[in-house]
């Protein structure tokens, strides 16, 4: 089978399951534990921050940030397609108490100026208590939804000073940072500069079983702990995973870039193919979103996967393909020809 269907698919290599198997470990809850705090130290130092924080997910990364760096009323701007809108189950409304509003955006990201412009001129004939506050701006890079796409570090550098000439609060779910560094050729620790907080997973292109770490400012990381644990995020001998997070930024993060040429690969192959439309000019990072334009998507990916090809239908003709660790340059080849037979049968 080539799965395709998602980054988040990657199983442990067999060198990353001699490191979990040999981890030391203790107790989260204690935050005692050897190698949760050895990962916590390089990614905190990796993003060059103060702190990092593991925790079971992105998700809860995520809505932790959003519950440390708000109170229950406040507004929190970002992307109509953010992950933190779309695929959280309405988590900050119910965790945090907190209103999104959603900014114009292009390929995901969007401009200082909009982030301005959501700020409401208060005029001085009306009471303040009128308005609701906006505290947090929330970017995500690589963008998932817009097709894995990167910011760039003066897009990324404007709207955080923006923000914070407003006195909001920035936050990042860097799900994928890894993947923008690589592409962009700005490291990490760069394009974090600008955020208070950053959330990085290790279970997407890094191949670990689990696991997310929310990075940033001391304090703000101190005030995250409470809000991990009464999410539930305590997680016990979570060193045996934090031993996968590790060997997985040690050693998968520069092979993303095979990941990236695979997609490219990919993405050209489809243009190619008569009742394929995909622009592969979009395609920045490890996923390609295309159409199938003569049949649906669903019965289009049960062809595929009936020939060993897993994809993932995401609207009525479209379908997503993510490149990872498991799928090589002749797995594309390979791919493309099973695409071409099911778009014609
Ligand atoms: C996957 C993902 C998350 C959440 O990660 P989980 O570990 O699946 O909860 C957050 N943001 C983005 C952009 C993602 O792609």
């Known amino acids: 089978m080539i799965d395709l269907r998602s980054d988040t698919v990657t199983r442990p290599t067999d060198a990353m399951r001699r490191a979990i198997a040999a981890a030391e470990v203790g107790d989260d809850v204690y935050h005692d534990d050897p190698t949760v705090l050895e990962l916590e130290r390089h990614v905190a130092e990796l993003l060059g921050k103060d702190d990092a924080m593991y925790v079971p997910t992105g998700t809860m990364s995520n809505q932790v940030a959003l519950r440390t760096h708000t109170q229950p009323g406040d507004v929190v701007l970002a992307a109509e397609q953010a992950h933190i809108h779309i695929h959280e189950m309405g988590a900050p409304y119910a965790l ?20 301005r412009a959501a700020i409401p001129e208060i005029p001085t004939s009306m009471p303040a208590a009128l308005f609701q506050p906006v505290s947090l701006v929330c970017t995500e890079n690589t963008h998932n939804v817009a097709g894995g796409a990167v910011w760039t570090r003066p897009q990324l550098d404007a709207v955080a000073e923006m923000a914070h000439d407003l006195g909001l609060a920035t936050h990042m779910d860097g799900a994928r940072l890894w993947n923008a560094a690589v592409a962009s050729g700005v490291a990490e620790h760069e394009l974090a500069a600008g955020f208070d907080t950053v959330s990085v997973c290790f279970s997407k292109g890094l191949g670990a079983p689990l696991g997310s770490a929310l990075v940033g400012r001391q304090d703000l990381i101190d005030r995250a702990r409470r809000f991990k644990q009464m999410f539930g995020g305590g997680f016990r001998q979570a060193g045996m995973m934090a031993a996968g997070a590790l060997f997985a930024v040690r050693h998968h993060r520069d092979r993303l870039a095979e990941d990236h040429a695979n997609a490219a690969r990919l993405a050209a192959g489809l243009a190619e193919i008569p009742g394929i439309a995909v622009d592969p000019s979009t395609v920045a990072t490890n996923m390609v979103y295309f159409d199938v334009t003569r049949l649906p998507a669903s019965p289009f990916a049960e062809r595929c996967a009936a020939e060993g090809l897993l994809l993932l239908p995401t609207g009525p003709h479209q379908i997503r393909a993510v490149t990872n660790l498991h799928v090589s340059a002749a797995d594309i080849d390979r791919a493309l020809a099973i695409v071409e037979r099911a778009q014609a049968a």
């Open 96 to 115: 945090s108490g907190v209103t999104l509003q959603f900014l114009p955006t292009v390929r995901g990201t969007f401009t200082a100026e909009s982030v």
